[in-house]
T-cell receptor, first 114, second 112 residues
Framework: AQKVTQAQTEISVVEKEDVTLDCVYE???????LFWYKQPPSGELVFLIR??????QNEISGRYSWNFQKSTSSFNFTITASQVVDSAVYFC???????????FGTGTRLTVIP | EPEVTQTPSHQVTQMGQEVILRCVPI?????FYWYRQILGQKVEFLVS????????KSEIFDDQFSVERPDGSNFTLKIRSTKLEDSAMYFC??????????FGPGTRLLVL
């Protein structure tokens, strides 16, 4: 069975601080995809990144970076120099190759204090 | 940039009433999904739809739920007789062949 764990329920940081959101996943399959989605207060789900299980290269996109480590089954998300607009719930998710359903973690609520 | 759209954004209904939630997936996408998120909880898969039929459904998707693609653009979720516990945010998503599902803005359903 698949499982995604986001142990941090809520995090608060002061603006301009860096913050890392943790994601640990479980699956026996060798081919899968990992995702991060952002859910701002308005409620929509915004796609941030997709990673396949064979690509462990870290990725940076502006202030966002992702660290994928298969050895620890983790796919952590770091926001550098956080801004108030980063305040949202962030979900990590997993889908198996060829499967339909995304397995979501329980989300981490990030609050950036001005 | 194309996006998934959903209507209505909010729906309030009485217990026992039927509701239809509507979605317009991204036009060249082939796979369609419904998910729900009970307030403060994680997003849960309901059903996937491909080639005009359900390809997979979860335990949540019981006989009270149905999906339909009545024309070339709309994708609907019907709840036949709503219950209080159906109150949630319902998300539609779509994808092409690649594994990224793009979500709509959601419909917030409140059952009284």
């Amino acid at each position: 069975a698949q499982k995604v764990t986001q142990a941090q329920t809520e995090i608060s940081v002061v603006e301009k601080e860096d913050v890392t959101l943790d994601c640990v996943y479980e699956t026996r399959d060798t081919t899968y995809y990992l995702f991060w989605y952002k859910q701002p207060p308005s409620g929509e789900l915004v796609f941030l990144i997709r990673r396949n299980s064979f690509d462990e290269q870290n990725e940076i996109s502006g202030r966002y970076s992702w660290n994928f480590q298969k050895s620890t089954s983790s796919f952590n998300f770091t926001i550098t120099a956080s801004q108030v607009v980063d305040s949202a719930v962030y979900f990590c998710a997993l889908v198996l190759e060829g499967a339909n359903n995304l397995f979501f973690g329980t989300g981490t609520r990030l609050t950036v204090i001005p | 940039e194309p996006e998934v759209t959903q209507t209505p954004s909010h729906q309030v209904t009485q217990m026992g009433q039927e509701v239809i939630l509507r979605c317009v997936p991204i036009s060249n996408h082939l796979y369609f999904y419904w998910y729900r998120q009970i307030l403060g909880q994680k997003v849960e898969f309901l059903v996937s739809f491909y080639n005009n039929e359900i390809s997979e459904k979860s335990e949540i998707f019981d006989d009270q739920f149905s999906v339909e693609r009545p024309d070339g653009s709309n994708f609907t979720l019907k709840i036949r007789s709503t219950k209080l516990e159906d109150s949630a945010m319902y998300f539609c998503a779509s994808k092409r062949v690649q594994e990224t599902q793009y979500f709509g803005p959601g419909t917030r359903l409140l059952v009284l």
